[in-house]
Structures are given as C-alpha cells and as structure tokens.
C-alpha cells in the first residue's frame, strides 16, 4: 500500500464520496504510479503519500460535494497536468465521459499508463486550449469543464467556457482569496455566454482554504472566443 487509504476514504467521506474497495485500490496504483513518474518528469511538488491523498486526491473529490454531475455526465479538464482533478472524479465516478486535455504530451503519456494500470479509459486529447476550444468537435459539446489552475479566473474562464454546451457549467477551483479574482472576472464571463452562480469556500485540511466556482453557461459563447493565448495574456477580457 503507498497511500494512506483509510485517510482518504475519511477525507472522501467528508465530501460525500463513498469510495468502494476498488476505487481505493485505483486510487493507490494512481499515486505510487505518480511518484514513480516524477522521479523522470516534473509532475507535481507534492510527492509523499498523505500529501498525494489529501493535496491532491482529497481535493479534486470536493469538487462531488460543491457540483451536481449527473449520470453519465461529459467534462472536459482543461491542462488537467497529472490528472487533477479529472482523474480522480472519473476513479470516483466512473460513468463520467472524460476528456483530459493537456498541452505538453510527455504529461498525457503519463496519464495514459495511469489509466492503463487501473483499468479505466478516457479520451486524451494533445492540444492548446484556445486551438482545441475553436474545433467543431469540442466547441459547446460538454457538460461540464474543470480546471485546477493557477492563471487568473478571467483568463482561465475564455480557455474553458467556450468548451461548455448551453445550461453546462465550468467549474474553477482555486486556492484561498478567490473573492478578488471573482468580482474582477464577471464582466468577462458575461461575455463569453457564463454567470457565476456560485463560490464555495472551505478548509483542506492542513492544505488550508480552498474555493470551488460555479459558473454556468447561460449563452452560446461568441465565435471569436477563444482568442489566441498571446492575446489573452495581453488584453484580458475587462
């Protein structure tokens, strides 16, 4: 055993989240997987196994106590890295149809032994998220999006609204003081067809205070949008 299953199955308990016998033995394959990877790719800073099953399990399982994701439901995770929180929702609920997406292809390679060695499936899909969210094939198509990322909510929210299909939600986590990011992001997400309906504030643990925002599709997003990063990063959407 490398993760401290009984921890996390406390922890997913916290959130709701039953976590059977063998989503426990998914979840610890995943994480010594995880550290083995990292030892040859830069995956994540956090690589002992209680900060594995609380930073980064225990985390993305939240997002099933804060989000309704009905039977079946499509999400798309936007730069999931090593998997969060994609992964994890789908070890937890695996009637979700999954799309991790990720830029940098060496972390899909990853992911995809992952999967492999669990004996679960996703779609992997190697792209940018502004090229992606242009195609026919995934414009407007999911119910869901995800991210767990470190860029601002109004950039992170042109990457990912534009993925989700009318009456669909993106769901953003954050760390602590997301009020800022919140009130500075809701023009721009007006305007990309969104309307937060919700921010859930609570503890991690030791890991502090986290922050789960709702924001749901309203509209169809304009078709300009995504724009290419380089303007995103230059002229964020006021």
Request: with cysteine.
């Amino acid at each position: 055993m490398f993760i401290p299953l009984e921890k996390l199955k406390e922890y997913a308990l916290n959130f709701g989240v039953l976590l059977d016998d063998t989503a426990l033995e998914r979840f610890d394959t995943y994480g010594r997987l995880l550290a083995e990877w990292n030892e040859k790719i830069n995956l994540t800073a956090i690589t002992d196994p209680e900060g594995i099953a609380l930073k980064h399990f225990a985390d993305s399982l939240s997002v099933l106590k804060y989000c309704e994701i009905g039977e079946g439901a499509s999400l798309i995770d936007v730069g999931t890295g090593a998997g969060f929180p994609g992964l994890a929702l789908l070890i937890a609920r695996p009637d979700i149809k999954l799309t991790l997406l990720d830029s940098t292809k060496k972390k899909l390679t990853v992911i995809e032994d992952i999967l492999s060695n669990i004996g679960l499936s996703a779609e992997l899909l190697h792209s940018r998220a502004e090229e992606a969210g242009q195609k026919e094939e995934y414009r407007e198509k999911f119910d869901f999006a995800t991210a767990r990322a470190v860029a601002n909510l109004r950039e992170l929210s042109e990457y990912c609204l534009p993925f989700v299909k009318k009456s669909g939600s993106f769901i953003s986590m954050k760390a602590a003081k997301a009020d800022e990011e919140i009130s500075g992001a809701k023009k721009a997400i007006a305007v990309l067809g969104g309307k937060i309906e919700k921010a859930e504030s609570f503890v991690l643990g030791e890991a502090g205070e986290r922050n789960i925002i709702m924001i749901k599709k309203v509209s169809s997003t304009p078709g300009k949008y995504p724009r290419p990063s380089a303007k995103i990063a230059k002229n964020p959407l006021e």
